[in-house]
């Protein structure tokens, strides 16, 4: 079945650092991709999606480009803060429409 | 502004009790979901409706049952807890839209089973 594999956590980075979660995707489709980011003690968030090959998904500073020929999402930043500090989920949707998650990298930003 | 409303927020049980979680939303989505997270193994999920007066077996279905109460309402149900089932149990529901199935999420039901 369709399956997600994320960079294994836990990540650390002083703030300013620039930030790589790499993410790839196995699918027997064609799949939208998404990021979701979870701080702590809440819910998971939609962070930003690509929907087909060659878009990039963007929101706070963070981007993700939907690449089909390497089936990777990775998602980027330029420059972390301290309140970037959370969990990040890499997910496609498979062909029923339902999500399938990767297993969560830890991010945290040191002052 | 409430979005999707999980309720316990925290539940401790002993072995072999039951207890139903509860979830709502106020989106108007016709997809609900109930998901597992554990450490290391991200969100597998548990059970889902498509709509209202349906529902299908998710990835790790065994030891739950759920109810479509509504449009509104998606409940979980363990009829025996086992230590295995201690886990952080999240709810979300969402609305298809093409190639979009973006999912909205509680706050998550942190349950220990002893």
């Known amino acids: 079945g369709d399956s997600v594999t994320q960079m294994e956590g836990p990540v650390t980075l002083s703030e300013e650092a620039f930030l790589t979660i790499n993410c790839t995707y196995t699918a027997t489709g064609y799949p939208s991709l998404f990021w979701y980011v979870q701080y702590p003690g809440e819910g998971l968030q939609l962070l930003l999606k690509a929907t087909k090959a060659d878009d990039k998904g963007s929101n706070k500073g963070f981007e993700a480009t939907y690449r089909k020929e390497t089936t990777s999402f990775h998602l980027e930043k330029g420059s972390v803060q301290v309140s970037d500090s959370a969990v990040y989920f890499c997910?496609?949707?498979?062909?029923?429409?339902?999500?399938?998650f990767g297993q969560g990298t830890r991010l945290t930003i040191n002052p | 502004n409430a979005g999707v409303t999980q309720t316990p927020k925290f539940q401790v049980l002993k072995t072999g009790q039951s207890m139903t979680l509860q979830c709502a939303q106020d989106?108007?989505?016709?997809?609900m979901y109930w998901y597992r997270q554990d450490p290391g193994m991200g969100l597998r999920l548990i059970y889902y409706s498509a709509s209202e007066g349906t529902t299908d077996k998710g990835e790790v279905p065994n030891g739950y049952n759920v109810s479509r109460l509504n449009k509104r309402e998606f409940s979980l149900r363990l009829e025996s807890a086992a230590p295995s089932q201690t886990s952080v149990y999240f709810c979300a529901s969402s609305e298809w839209a093409g190639r979009e199935n973006i999912q909205y999420f509680g706050a998550g039901t942190r349950l220990s089973v002893l």
């Open positions: 989106m108007n989505h016709n997809s």
């Open positions: 997910a496609l949707s498979d062909p029923t429409q339902k999500l399938v």
